[in-house]
């Protein structure tokens, strides 16, 4: 490989660091985080996950209570609240009530991530709090009638990170999917440039540069999450945090299934292309 090649390739293998994770992470906000059906699509499962099954019932027994004073009975009376809501949070009903509450959480996380300085990225869940009221009263439920329907929070991304956030999401935005649809077509033009300038050999290298830098990629943009998630949650009150993690992990399994096929790829790409030009260089050195 002479010193141009190299340099060229070291070039788009940094490149591609670069590209990939940012082309993940545009056409996430744009695909996902944008789009209201997505966007409760992958936060629906939640409603089965014992972390925020967890938080819904604490929060919504401490609403009630504060409006029931039984004296010697409270925690009597508390403690079979927080088992009859606990038992709710495993049915359809509430499934359906959790994925209304995202419905109109969307845009309120939407409306965060674009608006104004000190201002958290919350999930409300009044609606999941009526309906749990709605049938805990239909069965009878002592003190059911006293939980207060009103603004009840789950705290996603606290005020001080989300400010952080906010001109990258909004760059983000900005450039939508454009960012991915570059780098394919990078990728095309450097290989057939490759291929029309060097031939065969040329080829195989810019497809094992193209290879390298699919996996770097790939390692960047994970850890670029790892660092996000550990930082999203260092402001989120402790008795939300399984629950913000729980929803940070869902909105960003795409991401995570984005990372495994990249890396994949730039593995096959990379390890098929460093075989075939050894191969055709002993088929040369036989031939000579």
């Known amino acids: 490989m002479s010193a141009v090649s190299a340099a060229l390739s070291a070039v788009l293998?940094?490149?591609?660091?670069?590209?990939?994770?940012?082309?993940a992470l545009s056409a996430w906000v744009d695909l996902e985080i944008d789009d209201t059906d997505r966007y409760v699509a992958a936060v629906s499962p939640l409603s089965s996950d014992p972390a925020v099954q967890s938080t819904v019932t604490d929060l919504i027994t401490d609403e009630a209570m504060e409006q029931i004073d039984l004296g010697p009975l409270q925690d009597t009376?508390?403690?079979?609240?927080?088992?009859?809501?606990?038992?709710?949070?495993?049915?359809?009903?509430?499934?359906?009530?959790?994925?209304?509450?995202?419905?109109?959480?969307?845009?309120?996380?939407?409306?965060?991530?674009d608006g104004d300085s000190g201002e958290a990225v919350t999930i409300d869940l009044a609606p999941v709090i009526q309906?749990?009221?709605?049938?805990?009263?239909?069965?009878?439920?002592?003190?059911?009638?006293?939980?207060?329907?009103?603004?009840?929070?789950?705290?996603?991304?606290?005020?001080?990170?989300?400010?952080?956030?906010?001109?990258?999401?909004?760059?983000?935005?900005?450039?939508?999917?454009?960012?991915?649809?570059?780098?394919?077509?990078?990728?095309?033009?450097?290989?057939?440039?490759?291929?029309?300038?060097?031939?065969?050999?040329?080829?195989?290298?810019a497809t094992a540069a193209v290879g390298a830098g699919f996996v770097l990629g790939a390692i960047?943009?994970?850890?670029?999450?790892?660092?996000?998630?550990?930082r999203a949650l260092d402001e989120v009150p402790g008795n939300d945090r399984d629950a913000a993690a729980a929803v940070i992990a869902a909105l960003t399994a795409s991401l995570r299934t984005t990372v495994w096929v990249v890396l994949v790829v730039g593995a096959v790409l990379l390890v098929g292309a460093v075989v075939a030009r050894v191969l055709l260089g002993r088929r040369k050195s036989r031939r000579g």
């Open 13 to 23: 293998i940094v490149l591609l660091a670069v590209l990939v994770p940012f082309s």
């Open 77 to 113: 009376v508390r403690d079979f609240l927080h088992e009859t809501v606990r038992s709710f949070t495993t049915t359809e009903a509430f499934a359906n009530a959790w994925d209304t509450a995202n419905r109109t959480a969307h845009e309120a996380v939407t409306a965060a991530l």
């Open 131 to 205: 309906q749990v009221k709605q049938d805990l009263v239909s069965q009878g439920v002592p003190f059911a009638d006293q939980i207060p329907v009103q603004r009840t929070e789950i705290t996603v991304i606290g005020a001080d990170r989300a400010d952080t956030l906010r001109d990258t999401f909004h760059w983000l935005r900005y450039c939508s999917i454009w960012p991915a649809i570059a780098t394919l077509v990078l990728l095309v033009l450097v290989v057939g440039i490759a291929t029309v300038r060097g031939g065969l050999r040329a080829a195989l290298t």
């Open 220 to 230: 960047v943009l994970r850890i670029l999450m790892a660092v996000g998630r550990r």
